[in-house]
């Protein structure tokens, strides 16, 4: 909301008043450098050695990133993360957004049901991921209780559509009420005023929808968007629990390649330069959303009201 | 809005975005020194393997407390990538004194990076510690001829396990030779019944069925040569034979067609055969305990076994084996307490072990076993177990175990793809080549 700038404020002066300095962000800088810089400096030097995690690192120059650029199976991680996180946003934000519009509303009822829905958000990833693999088991679970529904032997987790469909429906179950919790927010501060002024024009719930809620949202959306994308770029405890990146490597995700190599196959060198991708092209790809969307111009949806 | 806060929001943002990123391998430092002063004082750390056979090693512990100043703390590994989690705590502070592993080449990366304690000394004041275990088994524990492990729990072939129930339903047998396991899985197909389970998500069971058919057609020297760096042994046409059988079985349904969302370690797969659901599941030993951990009258009366069928024209005898050689226990050089760890490890041979590890089914391996075997659990499966081991020409070590740890994963997906169908005979060829 603007500022009055005719009002009666104590302080005079510029425009940098009563804005915080940059000693404010001081703490979480120390925090974020110490545990976020550093062991990031760390992998980036691990990139370019060999180490089993036993004995004292050896540097061995581009080794690492020779055989990852030589990789069939790093390759194909990737588009595989672009496509979960892909199914991710598209599945995930019309469900939510129409789920959050919705509980934004004062009935008793759907604060109840809301509540319910939030429900999965509590629980960790592993836990819900435990649960689905039990539920999902092909002969003791859902799909061998419900052959009709499911049809054919159940084996949900073994074809690559049938993997990815799990982990987007696991996801999906997981974090829509995350976002859901973002859109109520938005949507109840959306001024009541202007769908005042629609209904005299006449609009109709849809076009309420589409002219005002939806455009309102707009900042919601980026901020949802952006947590989506970088969520599903590092999935990872549904990956490990559900599938084990399976069947073959058919869902082996670049989180997960990161952890096959390093933990499993104890080649910490190649697992760090994994990594490293992984944080490059999160960087990258956040800073453009971000700058696409106009987000960071931090506009108020709400100006001239 | 003023630049300096705009490049602060945007650095914000970017910088929670890696944040995010990173939670992930920043976990992957490991290290720190293994002084003696760090460890903790008075107990002395035993990580094994978690499962159902943890109930012997509990009360072998309670034991050992009960007269013992330094306590001894059990600690049960979840079995999932017990391997993983192992190499990733042995070289820090928080690393077990005393450990459970497989042997060989499972404790190799650990001798060559110097953090194990040979055991010379302790066998020298105890020369029982030794002495009590079959010199084959204790000998496959020692690296350079340098003693690095303790046998214990007992011996693990891979078995063919059988549901006698839906064997005498569907009027088959055992099979004993290759033709005979077609025909009955033609047998259990018809009936609809999936002839063998199959915990494919985990996909060590998978790899079972490649040690046995490698063996049984193409012999056991081929796997001591591949291991001993010559790849060309997996194109021999030997090789190629033993594939070719193993893709004929799948095709013939014989594990059915969902295996690569069942689970042994989740129960899945033994579930499978206890509730008459399949017929046949090749395991470990350890399948004994798992079902009758599950249902102790139904392991009792319906649970059957035998080797794994003998193959006519193969070059591998049909008595040899594949499995776990033995479980030992390795002491680190960083425990502050030696003595204590080896007056543990000397209930290893003790009567009351051999008794207690024969009661849930596993097969101990010292020199007193065999006088023991009829208090097992079920006295029919041990001596059987017993002979096995005794008349196996060949004892193969697990493939997984067998080669280092490095090229496990790559096998494994290589193993289930070549299931599935991913891979055909050429790909999976290639695959264990590039190991």
């Not at chain 1, 008793?108 to 829905?117: F, M, P, Q, T």
């Not at chain 2, 992930?24 to 004082?41: F, I, Q, V």
């Not at chain 2, 450990?99 to 110097?114: L, R, Y």
Request: proline content about 5%.
């Amino acid at each position: 909301m603007k500022r009055p700038t005719t009002g009666r404020s104590r302080h005079s002066g510029g425009p940098n008043v009563g804005r915080p300095g940059f000693a404010w962000a001081l703490p979480a800088t120390i925090f974020f450098a110490l545990f976020a810089i550093v062991p990031l400096i760390g992998v980036a030097v691990m990139s370019f050695t060999s180490w089993s995690g036993l004995g004292s690192p050896e540097f061995n120059g581009l080794d690492n990133w020779n055989k990852l650029l030589g990789d069939k199976v790093m390759m194909q991680s990737l588009w595989l993360s672009a496509l979960l996180t892909l199914l991710g946003v598209v599945i995930q934000t019309p469900l939510s957004i129409l789920l959050g519009v919705w509980a934004a509303g004062q009935q008793k009822n759907r604060a109840v049901l809301s509540a319910i829905y939030f429900i999965p958000l509590l629980l960790s990833s592993a836990a819900v991921s435990v649960l689905w693999r039990a539920l999902l088991d092909p002969n003791f679970g859902i799909p061998g209780q419900l052959a009709g529904i499911f049809g054919g032997d159940g084996n949900l987790l073994g074809s690559q559509a049938g993997a990815i469909a799990v982990l987007t429906f696991v996801g999906a179950w997981q974090f829509t009420p995350l976002h859901t919790l973002l859109y109520q927010g938005a949507a109840r501060s959306v001024p009541p005023v202007l769908y005042q002024a629609a209904e005299i024009d006449g609009a109709g719930t849809m076009r309420k929808f589409f002219s005002i809620t939806l455009p309102q949202l707009r900042n919601t959306i980026v901020t949802s968007g952006i947590l989506m994308v970088v969520g599903g770029l590092t999935t990872f405890d549904t990956v490990l629990i559900l599938t084990k990146g399976g069947p073959g490597t058919d869902t082996t995700i670049t989180p997960y390649y990161m952890y096959r190599k390093a933990f499993q196959s104890f080649d910490f060198g190649v697992g760090s330069a994994i990594a490293l991708v992984l944080v490059v092209i999160a960087t990258a790809i956040s800073l453009i959303m971000v700058r696409a969307t106009g987000y960071d111009k931090m506009n108020s949806a709400q100006e001239g009201i | 809005m003023s630049n300096t806060s705009r490049w602060l929001k945007r650095a914000v943002a970017a910088s929670a975005v890696l944040a995010l990123g990173v939670t992930l391998s920043a976990c992957s430092g490991a290290g720190g020194s293994t002084a003696n002063s760090n460890r903790p004082e008075n107990v002395i750390h035993v990580a094994v393997y978690g499962d159902a056979g943890n109930t012997v090693e509990q009360a072998m512990v309670d034991k050992f407390n009960a007269t013992s100043k330094v306590q001894v703390i059990l600690d049960r590994i979840p079995g999932a990538n017990y391997q993983q989690k192992l190499q990733t705590i042995i070289s820090t502070d928080a690393a077990p004194d005393v450990f459970f592993n497989w042997g060989g080449g499972s404790i190799q990366p650990f001798v060559k990076a110097n953090l194990l304690l040979p055991l010379t000394d302790m066998i020298k004041t105890d020369p029982a510690l030794q002495s009590s275990f079959l010199p084959s088994v204790f000998n496959a524990a020692a690296i350079d001829d340098v003693a690095y492990g303790i046998p214990m729990r007992g011996t693990q072939p891979v078995i063919l396990f059988n549901n006698k129930q839906v064997l005498t339903d569907a009027g088959i047998t055992a099979p004993k030779t290759w033709d005979d396991l077609l025909a009955d899985v033609k047998v259990l197909t018809a009936k609809g019944v999936t002839p063998i389970a199959l915990g494919g998500a985990d996909q060590w069971p998978t790899l079972m069925w490649f040690e046995y058919l490698f063996d049984r057609v193409a012999g056991p020297d081929l796997l001591t040569k591949a291991i001993g760096g010559d790849t060309t042994v997996w194109d021999s046409a030997d090789g190629k034979a033993a594939l070719t059988k193993l893709k004929s079985l799948i095709d013939a349904g014989a594990f059915g067609t969902n295996f690569d969302s069942v689970s042994f370690v989740d129960g899945g797969s033994p579930a499978l055969l206890r509730t008459g659901k399949a017929a046949f599941e090749l395991m470990g030993s350890w399948e004994y305990s798992t079902q009758q951990t599950a249902d102790k009258a139904w392991t009792e009366t319906n649970l059957g076994y035998t080797g794994f069928p003998s193959i006519a024209d193969g070059k591998g005898d049909g008595a040899d084996l594949v499995g776990n050689t033995n479980n030992y226990y390795s002491v680190i050089k960083a425990t502050r307490y030696p003595d204590t760890a080896r007056d543990f490890l000397k209930l290893m041979y003790s009567d009351e072990f051999v008794q207690a590890q024969l009661g849930i089914g596993n097969l101990p391996t010292t020199t007193t076993t065999e006088k023991f075997l009829d208090q097992a659990a079920d006295p029919a499966y041990a001596t059987f177990q017993f002979n096995l081991v005794k008349d196996a020409p060949a004892f193969q070590l697990s493939w997984d175990q067998a080669y280092p740890q490095s090229a496990s994963a790559d096998m494994k997906t290589a193993v289930s793809q070549f299931f599935t169908g991913k891979l055909d005979v050429a790909g999976f060829i290639s695959a264990m080549q590039a190991l």
